[in-house]
């Protein structure tokens, strides 16, 4: 059993723990990822490793569905069935002269380990991150000490710039500083935007894809995806792919696939969660 021992509200959608789990968090690495479990009878959903330190793993996650609704109901004290990982190819982390991390909602958690390495390794790291508003920014403390630059956005402009990601993208590229590599996470759509904007310029463009997953072993093929018109798996081929190759409509069309059956279990499980209350 892997026992949480840290729950934080970031948000009253998001939420950050910290769970037992020593032997991952020794091998993890940035860019990697864990599968949990909440019980044996559960759906297994992908987590980004944020942190991995002491014997402990920092995940991050927003309630938007069933399982990360129920996961959210648990407190400190409280354990997972189940973590499995690190799963993934980590992140190719080495110095390649100035990088942009773009971070966009819960993507921002995704992000954050990238650009801390990213810096470590001598880059000039310059952040973007966003949100539909300044309550659900997070991470802004963090990604400031991971970057040498760091610009905010909010679709609402209650904070930073109003505005989108990838408007600040274009001012970087329209400075004219050579920029030798961009990383998008984010919501499909904004990665999307992001390689689009990269493209005219030949700007090597990384995404972290979180298409759905069951296994994370690359068996069940759930999380396949089209990238330079040959399918590949994001939890053993990714999650990193090249942004420019991805057939990122595909995979907004497979993301949909499920949404009915995602809205019915999340209508079931909040009826039991009112008539337990």
């Known amino acids: 059993m892997f026992e949480i021992v840290e729950k934080k509200d970031l948000h ?28 044996e009878k559960g759906e297994r959903i ?6 991995a330190r002491d ?3 920092t995940l991050i996650f927003q309630k938007v569905g069933k399982t990360t609704v129920h996961l959210g109901t648990l407190s400190k004290g409280d354990s997972l069935a189940d973590v499995v990982g690190p799963l993934g190819k980590p992140s190719e982390i ?12 819960i993507g921002i958690a995704e992000e954050y380990p990238v650009a801390r390495a990213f810096k470590e390794a001598g880059n000039y790291c310059i952040s973007i991150i966003g949100a539909r508003t300044k309550s659900l920014l997070i991470l802004e403390d963090e990604m400031r000490a991971a970057s040498d630059e760091l610009l905010i956005t909010t679709d609402d402009g209650s904070y930073g710039v109003k505005g989108l990601v990838i408007d600040e ?11 030798s590599l961009v990383m998008a996470v984010g919501p499909v ?8 904007v990269t493209r005219p310029y030949g700007i090597k463009t990384l995404v972290s894809l979180n298409s759905i997953m069951v296994d994370g072993t690359g068996m ?3 999380c396949r995806v089209s990238v330079g018109g040959k399918t590949k798996f994001a939890c053993v081929d990714g999650p990193d792919f090249d942004a420019h190759e991805v057939d990122f409509d595909l995979m907004i069309g497979r993301l949909k696939m499920y949404l009915a059956d995602e809205k019915r279990s999340l209508e079931e499980f909040t ?6 209350s």
């Open 271 to 276: 009826k039991k969660q009112a008539v337990h």
């Open 12 to 39: 009253e959608t998001i939420c950050l723990i910290k769970v037992t789990a020593g032997l991952i968090a020794s091998k993890a690495l940035p860019g990697q990822f864990v599968l949990i479990r909440i019980d």
């Open 220 to 222: 069940c093929g759930a």
């Open 94 to 105: 080495k110095k390649y002269g100035t990088v942009v991390c773009i971070g966009g909602g």
């Open 189 to 196: 759509v904004m990665m999307k935007a992001v390689a689009e």
């Open 46 to 51: 992908p987590l980004t490793i944020v942190d």
């Open 169 to 179: 993208l274009r001012k970087i590229i329209d400075r004219g500083k050579p920029i």
């Open 55 to 57: 014997g402990l793993l």
